[in-house]
């Protein structure tokens, strides 16, 4: 079963706009991280964002964590026909190791 | 190696068939998992290794599945009387601790069950 629920499950832009992406999860957590997947390949890490934080950067990427909610969003600013891909985020919970993923966003940027 | 090297890269089996998957980890990597990912979804964990000793096979779906990290470097994740549902990309992780950084992800086994 997974924790996570991705929305939306398919997103499709032009080149240069920004893409949001949104995850909810159930439980209390110690970091959530997003993943970028490309068809056929693994899993590539982005970003960690710890359960006391709320927002983090890394190059076009920013991360936003609301724990009272339970959700966080990933924006890619100036987006790129590159960044088309599937993204998860997931979710490591308290006193675990295991990385509960959510079901994923489909981001098709087009040139 | 550089990163998480998981061979075979596709596997097709006949149903009932046993067959054996391999992940070589970033050399020095402590922890490893093994992840089921079926099509669409996003990946399920299997089981976790801390060097050479299964800490957890909870996520193992049914006793046909069976993982072993011998010397705490390479890992095989074995299936024995494939079915199938096993059909799914098999996705090999592995870190320096168990946490804080995220984790490097192998290509993965794409397993085909005829």
């Known amino acids: 079963s997974q924790q996570g629920e991705e929305d939306p499950q398919a997103l499709s832009i032009q080149e240069g706009e920004n893409a949001t992406m949104n995850c909810s999860y159930k439980?209390?957590?110690?970091?959530l991280q997003w993943y970028r997947q490309n068809s056929g390949r693994g899993l590539v890490h982005l970003i960690l964002?710890?359960?006391?934080?709320r927002e983090k950067h890394s190059g076009r990427l920013r991360v936003t964590l609301d724990t009272s909610k339970k959700s966080s969003s990933l924006l890619i600013t100036a987006s790129r026909a590159a960044d088309t891909a599937s993204y998860f985020c997931?979710?490591?919970?308290?006193?675990?190791?295991?990385?509960?993923f959510g079901s994923g966003t489909r981001l098709l940027v087009r040139p | 190696g550089a990163g998480v090297s998981q061979s075979p890269r596709y596997k097709v089996a006949k149903r009932g068939q046993d067959v054996a998957l391999r992940c070589d980890p970033i050399s020095g990597h402590v922890s490893l998992f093994w992840y089921q990912q079926a099509l669409g979804q996003g990946p399920e964990f299997l089981t976790y290794f801390q060097n050479e000793a299964q800490l957890d096979k909870s996520g193992l779906p049914s006793d046909r599945f069976f993982a072993e990290r011998p010397e705490g470097s390479v890992s095989t994740l074995k299936i024995q009387r494939t079915q199938q549902e096993d059909s799914a990309v098999y996705l090999c992780?592995?870190?320096?601790?168990?946490?804080?950084?995220?984790?490097?992800f192998g290509s993965g086994t794409r397993l085909t069950v005829v």
């Open positions: 997931a979710t490591e919970m308290d006193s675990s190791y295991k990385l509960i």
């Open positions: 992780a592995s870190s320096l601790e168990h946490y804080y950084g995220g984790y490097t």
């Open positions: 964002i710890r359960s006391n934080e």
């Open positions: 439980t209390s957590i110690n970091n």
